[in-house]
Structures are given as C-alpha cells and as structure tokens.
C-alpha cells in the first residue's frame, strides 16, 4: 500500500465526469449488502468517506441512480453509468466515494467490512473490523479515530 497523496482526482468510466479530494479519507470500507452486490456487479462495494468540504465535482453532471425507495442518493455518470459516490439524506456533513474512481487507488483498504451476514462464501477484503450489518451509528466516531491512527501508521507522516 502506498501512502495516500493529496488531492485525488477520479474520473468515471468515459471520462465526462470528473472529481477530486482534497481531505483525507475518514473511513474505509466493504459492503457485503445483496444491494451493493446489484449495484457494483460484484461480490462487495468498495466506499472511502470524505468530509463533503473535501469533495468537488470538478466536471460533469452526475445523476441520482440506484433507486430502492430510500434516501440514499446513489450518483452515477449518466453517460457510462458508473457509480461513483453517494450522499446519505440528512447525513450531509460526508460523502462515500467508490476508490475505484482515483486515478491512485494503490492507498486503499478497507478497514471496516459491513453486511458479511449477505457476504459471498468466497468474499474476502482484508479489512480489519467485520459488521453482520451495519456498526450502530454511536460507533462511527470511535471507528474514525481508530481509522486514523491505522492509516496514519501504515503512510508516512505528511
Ligand atoms: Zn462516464
Ligand atoms: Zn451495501
């Protein structure tokens, strides 16, 4: 893993929609959810959390996708369909970006893995705290330090 150098630019699969991060990462994770299986096509998503005064969209316009009767605005690029990011209603303060956007993903692990009750039997991440489903929304904070101090051993001090 290679240390996380600041910003980070991200573009879709076509290219049209651009993004970049210029903070750092307050949480990684997996998600094993049957519903991130049908959004990314694969066995798990992949999420890093920013502070939202850390995330730009520098071109394009990405739409809200993923619909399932939630709050959860899922943004893809409405050219090559993508999933790129998306924005918990009324959790505005964050927004959880597919690391598989950056250009750099050399930096990426997740540190948290959610839903392994869904998880496929072969399903393996690497990550170092595993959920059945969610944390409880008290242990984010606690969760972000933690993350913190395990990233910051594993790069370089900036
Ligand atoms: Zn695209
Ligand atoms: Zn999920």
Not at 45 to 50: D, E, K, M, N, V
């Amino acid at each position: 893993m290679r240390e996380l150098q600041l910003p980070l630019a991200g573009v879709c699969r076509c290219g049209q929609i651009a993004i970049r991060v210029t903070r750092l990462p307050l949480l990684t994770s997996a998600c094993h959810c049957a519903g991130c299986q049908k959004m990314s096509s694969s066995a798990y998503s992949l999420t890093s959390t920013f502070p939202v005064e850390g995330f730009e969209v520098l071109e394009g316009e990405p739409v809200i996708g993923g619909l399932h009767g939630t709050d959860v605005h899922h943004y893809f690029c409405g050219h090559c369909m993508s999933w790129m990011f998306t924005r918990p209603a009324g959790m505005d303060w964050f927004v959880n970006v597919r690391p598989t956007m950056f250009a750099d993903t050399g930096w990426f692990r997740p540190f948290i893995e959610t839903y392994t009750s869904q998880m496929l039997p072969f399903a393996q991440t690497g990550a170092m705290k595993s959920y059945e489903r969610f944390p409880e929304m008290t242990e984010y904070e606690g969760l972000m330090k933690e993350y913190d101090a395990w990233s910051r051993s594993r790069f370089t001090p900036r």
